[in-house]
């Protein structure tokens, strides 16, 4: 079965400083993609990412970079020099196979809050 | 605005009273999916529409769940004899195209409060 697991439940962090929130994951698929989201207080998911399991390289937007190693299963997220606009629960997400037969489903992870302090 | 619309966005029910929820996704979206977000866990797939044709639905979605698409467009999920479990956030979410080629936007929720 799928499964994603964030480890960290919060994370409280001063405006400027580095923070990188874990995503580990499980699949017996060989096909698979991963994603990012963030959920800001309003509550809609936002896109942040998506990275097949074919492509290990590691990704930079701006300030935000991904690191993903499939050796341990596993797709970090980093946030370089932190603002309080980060402040939000970002989740970590796996594409799934359904019965429909194609990739339309998404397996979450419980998110990380970031706090972000001024 | 020319996101992914939800209506409510809350309810406050008694139990065993029946509620319904709307989606209106994003015009030229041919996917929709319905996810359920309860407090501190992640969004759960409950079902998923392909035009209107509605292609797969969870184990989550008891009996008295019904969820439609009519003509492909806005959707509806329903829920009949309300629980207190049933209490949750219902997010609605439309792409073009599949997951893996497309962009999945949600909207901002349908929150549902069973007393």
């Known amino acids: 079965a799928q499964k994603v697991t964030q480890a960290q439940t919060e994370i409280s962090v001063v405006e400027k400083e580095d923070v990188t929130l874990d995503c580990v994951y499980e699949t017996r698929d060989t096909t698979y993609y991963l994603f990012w989201y963030k959920q800001p207080p309003s509550g809609e998911l936002v896109f942040l990412i998506r990275r097949n399991s074919f492509d290990e390289q590691n990704e930079i937007s701006g300030r935000y970079s991904w690191n993903f190693q499939k050796s341990t299963s596993s797709f970090n997220f980093t946030i370089t020099a932190s603002q309080v606009v980060d402040s939000a629960v970002y989740f970590c997400?796996?594409?799934?196979?359904?019965?429909?037969?194609?990739?339309?489903?998404?397996?979450f992870g419980k998110g990380t809050l970031l706090t972000v302090n001024p | 605005d020319t996101g992914v619309s939800q209506n409510p966005r809350h309810k406050i029910t008694k139990r065993g009273q029946n509620v319904t929820f709307r989606c209106d996704p994003i015009s030229e979206h041919n996917r929709l999916y319905w996810y359920r977000q309860t407090l501190g866990q992640g969004p759960e797939f409950l079902t998923y529409f392909q035009n209107e044709a509605q292609l797969e639905k969870s184990r989550l979605l008891s009996d008295r769940f019904s969820a439609e698409r009519p003509k492909g467009s806005f959707s509806t999920l329903e829920i009949q004899r309300t629980e207190q479990g049933d209490s949750a956030m219902y997010l609605c979410?439309?792409?073009?195209?599949?997951?893996?080629?497309?962009?999945?936007?949600f909207g901002e929720g349908s929150r549902l409060t069973v007393l």
């Open positions: 997400a796996l594409s799934e196979e359904g019965s429909g037969g194609s990739n339309y489903k998404l397996t």
């Open positions: 979410a439309s792409s073009l195209g599949g997951l893996l080629t497309g962009e999945l936007f």
